[in-house]
């Protein structure tokens, strides 16, 4: 079966950075996607990733290792309006969306 | 600007009742879907679209029809709404290409 696994949750502090880890097994793989949805709204776009390395977004970054089956996200210099959940998801074979539960990042003052 | 939206944004409705949810988009997607999401669990595609008069099942499409005949519009009808079916519905569109996805503010639905 198709499977996407990140944290449930983590906790970070205000000015930090934090690492978010998707690991996935997927009949194919043509790309894997973060999304940002903070409580009660819909997910927004954040990132893709097809090739293996790093793409920087301002203080966002995503990683990939196809060989793996690993992603993750890097938020850096960590703001109280980060408070929301990151989904994986990952483009299988069949030009589908995977989609991992998602982790609910809290951020502390 | 262009825009997704849906419609109710919150619905509760009885066991056995007819249900349809609204989702139309200004973006001129091809590629429309809709998607579940609950606690614990990842998005799950109910039904999704690539174009006027194109109609696929999802994962979780039990229950669940939708129905294409424009490319701004396809709602969702719950044939007989069942007390599994309490969810938070979200309607999607996108080209296809890149695969970003848009997303509409979501559908509440509670079936008693």
């Known amino acids: 079966g198709q499977n996407i696994d990140q944290p449930t949750e983590m906790t970070a502090t205000e000015g930090a950075i934090v690492q978010i880890n998707c690991t996935y097994q997927?009949?194919?793989?043509?790309?894997l996607f973060w999304y940002q949805q903070h409580a009660g709204e819909a997910p927004t776009f954040l990132s893709y990733?097809?090739l293996d390395g790093l793409e920087e977004k301002g203080r966002f970054s995503s990683f990939l290792s196809r060989s793996k089956g690993y992603s993750y996200l890097l938020l850096k210099e960590l703001q109280m309006k980060d408070s929301a959940s990151y989904l994986c998801?990952?483009?299988?074979?069949?030009?589908?969306?995977?989609w991992g539960a998602g982790t609910k990042l809290i951020i502390k003052p | 600007d262009a825009e997704i939206t849906q419609s109710p944004r919150h619905k509760i409705t009885e066991t056995g009742r007819q249900v349809t949810l609204a989702c139309h988009q200004t973006?001129?997607?091809?590629?429309m879907f809709w998607y579940r999401q609950d606690l614990g669990h990842g998005l799950r595609l109910i039904h999704y679209?690539?174009?006027?008069?194109?109609?696929n099942k999802g994962e979780v499409s039990d229950g669940y029809s939708v129905s294409r005949s424009n490319t701004e519009d396809l709602p969702l009808t719950l044939e007989s709404a069942a007390s599994s079916q309490t969810s938070v519905y979200f309607c999607?569109?996108?080209?296809?290409?890149?695969?970003?996805?848009?997303f509409g503010e979501g559908s509440r639905l509670t079936v008693l």
């Open positions: 998801a990952v483009r299988d074979s069949n030009y589908q969306l995977i």
């Open positions: 973006w001129n997607h091809n590629n």
């Open positions: 990733n097809v």
């Open positions: 679209s690539y174009g006027v008069q194109d109609t």
């Open positions: 997927t009949s194919g793989f043509n790309g």
């Open positions: 999607a569109s996108g080209t296809g290409d890149a695969g970003e996805l848009f």
